[in-house]
């Protein structure tokens, strides 16, 4: 303590405390958060019959973890039986491949290209069927009719997405993501496969139109303008809690500050 | 001139009848100290003026009523779908009507600024001591207008019956329905019956734009005109005393700068409504029993509530066929409980343990008051903890904590932090006095140096100016109990104080009065400010050879005694 | 009262309809004022006239009242920099000016007839409206700063204490009145009056009792009866066990008949959550068993659990399905639903009621009966359950 107390003056004695504050804070940080999602690498395959194209990409990216047969491993959950519909979410998002386990694989920058991804699709539902990939028609917004799918949302999608289609925190590190990235397509083959630890909602319990109402009312909602100014990110009291002290009241004790200031003197 | 014609007009024709000439005269020449401190009330009471403006446009245009209505207009998602007449002519103000969203949303952040301001100028009030005596009903009056002020917010924002305040509806009344033997009973009083029921909105209104406005007029008007009769205080300075108020006058001083804070309180209201959306119910759609949302949180002033709801852990007894639910009445009661029982009973509770029944017009520097100020932000932490825990899971979202971690850390942290906090606020307000008495001491360093013939250097300083002297002299020491001499050590405790309830009394004494002492006396932090004669300090040139050993000594004897 | 002030302008006169100031003829107490003289131009007015030492001073009698210092001064310090304030001042009254004039143009230009013009009429009036407060804000406080001379004037706070006199004084009339009033000397006056004020006090609290029904023993039981269909809610269609067929599956359900009645899907509201099977853990036991499910109640690896949070009452909705942890977004109250529902975490302290469930002859889900226990928050007369 007294080495400390007797250069507590020295030049950098003020860096020090700040720097020592900073290394604090952030090993703080480290041990609570979880880790974000690694980069992934540009990959390029050409040629060959869908599925069996789609059979060699899958032995290049996948069988490491989903088994050389998309039986599974300890690592990822067997594929069968999931669906084209399941792999063109997955890997049309950028989860698949994931580089990292984690408690959730969250949305990164797509690593095949499309017609890659359709003859993984295509290779994984020849391996057991499974939901299909939705038609452009399946997902089509005409006609669809947001007011129901507001409804719906808030029934059985709100409270993990919330209202706003912003997301929202689970157990045990998971999370469920924003949608303001995902589109049509994703949204239903979302809810028709369930990915990872979201419920499924197969065609028999939401009916492709309904799944079309909430479609419309997602990305209505996410497009439309904010009439009363910046949103703050639609989160809520929270922020606008934020906002009340850090700027309404702030500003307020500037313009007090303002109001009652003497004219310039010499202070000591 | 015209404001004689206006004068002997209008101005005589009204003394006539009222004979006001005097009573005003003395309104006009009335002396109001100035800080900006002290504007924090206003601010206070003029977002209150800006609500009830909002508010009555509001009220021209709100249903208040759970019928259900089909809606049709300008909002077109929601269209042909049920909701009540509540929610529909909600959305009708926000898109139908010219200025609707406008005045909503002044009204929203108008209420959010009042609340913060009520929590600004509560705890300037606390940290400056200006709740002791004569002030301390004033003091009280205070702490009603808070808890007034969390109800109003609370069914003001529950009035559009959306999503987003149903689901807190839905909490206040399984919190009501957990309170032992009368839980059920005041659940069904207040709805009407089972929940939801169609008369909670009805109800709500009536207390939000009638009953609870009401009290606040009435409350508002004791509060000011206290403050008025008994003349407001005023910080240490210059020629300020306990038996004097320095200020300039109401007319027209203190009435342009009150008008300018008044129009800057709308300008910032407005400007927040005109920029940032506020409470878009449109997006959380009309309220259902069955629907919720994720990151659901109250207005953030019943935020700390919501905290107490999050981190308590599942406990309940079911005993002989009844149930204690800890697990809720726990959390919605103690923690408000404590903060608001505490701070009614803290006068009270300073003046027994200090003795100090003296008038105080003079405010402390919190640094005065190093307990006082450690246990308020102890407090103001404990809140703070809880605050935060109510957004547990936008925090955790948005800062990818694990949603448990986050509550585990606030349990642990809602016992930890407000320990830490007073012990580091104790430490730095000790530090800051002892700044302070340094600055007294030495005076102020000039920054020119001198070579004294037998070779030391030495920094010349100059005596502390007059105004900053007023303001570092420590205030008067109270006078010691009877029985024993200045300056003397406790060896032998007066007969009061050596057992049972005065013996506490001693002990809490000691340690609320803690403060570095001034030239060696056993100095506490209250009292009224004097000024600096009594001490002495500061008015010579004292000239200390720096790093020198009589610099070292005289350091070291200025604060030996009294510092732990 | 006579005016015994003589003088031109004499501050503390009343105005009576006598004489003029300036003509009357009043120079010494106790003169009534005659009829007003006419004067000779030269000549000096007559209460001068009459005093041969010249007009009194102020300030002694007969002379005009001591003029009064000015109380502040009239001008600021600095006289050139409080005329560039002036029209600094000046320039933001103005600016306030043109900013209420196109409030009022705004109001009438922007329409409110569609999302975004409501976003664009919100702009232009808080534009508007906060540079008329902003405009006149700046300019009274630079009025305030730089225009009005600065002072700082001291007086006098005498203790709020009020004298020992006034206070006596305050006694005595107070303990006079209370004796005259005879209250305290008449106990049967003043026992009689207590005793009627008793009932007059609790009859506004008499007047509250049919705010609501007493709640009996409605808190103890749900809408939920046998036979009654489970419909998935939104389209409100019911349920075949081969529809809802795929493991991960959950759905908001609700009673037939019910779907429009927020009282009733307040207790209500469920959730069907659909497992693989060997996943549930149950129990054969035909009720609540703590951490198991009651097979019985349950159809083809269907499950279904209140969607009432037992903490206070919020949906308990978000499904994990790789966890099959049921959260509640509200207070993060964690309900295991292979295992009765029961609380894994949070301040919840009872499991997710289960709703007993069969199929009907057309093959449809509905309830067997309703819960065997109440839903919900806890409430005090509520008995150990699970």
Known sequence: MRTITVRRRHPAAGYAVVLLGLLLAGLGYAAVTGVGAAAAAAHSVSGGPLIAEGRSIF?????????????????????????????????????????????????????????????????????????????KAEVSTAGANPGLGQQLFVADCAQCHNFDGAGGALTQGKFAPALTKSTPRQIFEAMLTGPEAMPVFNNTTITPQQKRDIIAYITQTRTEPNPGGFSLGRIGPVTEGLVAFLGLLLFMVFAAMWITAKHGKAHD | ?????????????????????????????????????????????????????????????????????????????????????????TLKISFDVRGGLLMRQIHHWAALLFVAAILAHMLRIFFTGAYRKPREVNWLIGLVLFTLALLEGLFGYSLPDDLLSGAGLRITQGVLQSIPVVGTYLSFFLFGGQYPGHSIIPRFYILHVLLIPGFFLALIGAHIFIMYHQKHTQMPSKGRTNTNVV?????????????????????????????????????????????????????????????????????????????????????????LGIIMTAAALWPFLEQWITGDRREHHINDRPRNAPTRTALGLAAVSFYGVLWAEGANDVIAQHFNISLFLVTWIARVAVFVVPVLAYIITKRICLGLQIKDLHLLEHGVETGIIRQLPSGEFIEETRPVSDEAL?????????????????????????????????????????????????????????????????????????RAAIGSPEHEAQDADGHSGGQE | ??????????????????????????????????????????????????????APAPGTVGGPPVPRPRELPADPADLPSAKRAERVVAACFLIATVAGLGFIAAYVIFPVN?????????????????????????????????????????????????????????????????????????????????????????????????????????????????????????????????????????????????????????????????FAPGQLDFTTANHPVPGKVVENWTVDNIVAYSKICTHVGCPAALYEQTTHHILCPCHQSTFDAVRGAKVIFGPATRALPQLPMTVNAQGYLVARHDFTEPVGPSFWERGSTS
């Open chain 2, 247 to 335: 200020g300039a006058p109401a007319w027209p001083y203190f009435a342009v700068k009150t008008t300018a804070l008044f129009l800057f309180v709308f300008a910032a209201t407005t400007l927040a409504s005109t920029f940032v959306q506020i409470n878009p119910i449109w997006i959380y759609g009309p309220y259902n029993p069955l629907a919720i949302s994720a990151g659901s949180q109250p207005d953030f002033y019943v935020g700390f509530l919501e905290g107490s709801l999050r981190i308590m852990p599942a406990w309940q007894w079911v005993i002989f066929g009844h149930t204690f639910a800890f697990n809720v009445f726990i959390p919605a009661l103690l923690p």
């Open chain 2, 470 to 542: 007023a303001k570092l002299a420590r205030p008067a020491p109270l006078p010691l109990p009877a029985g024993r001499a200045d300056g003397e050590e406790e060896d032998v405790p007066p007969p009061g104080a050596r057992r049972g309830v005065g013996r506490v009394k001693a002990r809490l004494n000691k340690v609320l009065t803690e403060s570095v002492p001034v030239n060696g006396h056993g100095a506490n932090g209250q009292g009224d400010g004097h000024g600096p004669a009594e001490h002495g300090a500061g008015a010579e040139h004292v």
């Open chain 3, 114 to 274: 569609t999302v975004l013009a409501v976003q664009h009429s919100n702009w232009a009036l808080g534009l508007t409206m906060s540079l008329v407060f902003l405009a006149l804000a700046i300019g009274a406080t630079i009025w305030v700063r730089n225009l009005i001379p600065h002072v700082e004037l001291t007086e006098a706070r005498k203790p709020l204490r009020s004298s020992d006199q006034d206070r006596e004084a305050f006694k005595e009339s107070f303990e006079a009145g209370t004796d005259a009033s005879q209250v305290v000397r008449r106990p049967l006056l003043r026992r009689t009056l207590i005793a009627a004020s008793v009932p007059a006090a609790l009859a506004p609290i008499m007047l509250l009792r049919d705010l609501g029904p007493l709640p009996g023993k409605s808190l103890d039981h749900t809408v939920w009866r046998k036979g009654l269909r489970l419909l998935n809610y939104g389209g409100n269609t019911p349920i075949r066990p081969g529809d809802f067929s795929s493991p991960g599956g959950m759905i908001t359900v609700v009673p037939d008949g019910y779907q429009d009645d927020f009282n009733a899907l307040a207790k209500a509201a469920s959730i069907i959550i659909k």
């Open chain 1, 59 to 135: 032995n290049q990216e996948c069988s490491s973890c989903h088994g050389d047969f998309a039986q599974g491993t300890p690592t990822g959950p067997s594929l069968i039986g999931v669906g084209s519909a399941s792999v063109d979410f997955q890997v049309g998002t950028g989860r698949m491949p994931a580089k990292e386990l984690g408690a959730e694989q969250p949305r990164k920058p797509v690593t095949l290209h499309p017609q890659e991804i359709r003859a993984l699709a295509a290779y994984i539902a020849s391996l057991g069927g499974g939901p299909a990939i939705p038609t």
């Open chain 3, 1 to 54: 009262m006579t005016d015994s002030t003589a003088g031109p302008r004499s501050g503390d006169s009343e105005h009576d309809g006598g004489p003029l100031p300036g003509q009357a003829a009043i120079g010494s107490a106790g003169t009534e004022p005659t009829e007003p003289r006419k004067r000779v131009i030269g000549t000096p007015p007559p209460a001068q006239a009459r005093s041969m030492l010249g």
């Open chain 2, 1 to 89: 001139m015209s404001i004689d014609r206006a004068l002997s007009g209008t101005g005589s024709w009204l003394d006539d009848r009222f004979r006001g000439a005097k009573g005003f005269r003395a309104v006009l020449r009335k002396l109001y100290p100035d800080h900006w401190t002290f504007l924090l009330g206003e601010v206070a009471l003029y977002s209150f003026v800006i609500l009830l403006l909002t508010g009555t446009f509001l009220a021209l245009f709100f249903k208040p009523s759970m019928t259900e209505v089909v809606y049709h207009g300008v909002y077109t998602k929601l269209d042909g779908l049920k909701m009540s007449e509540a929610y529909a002519s």
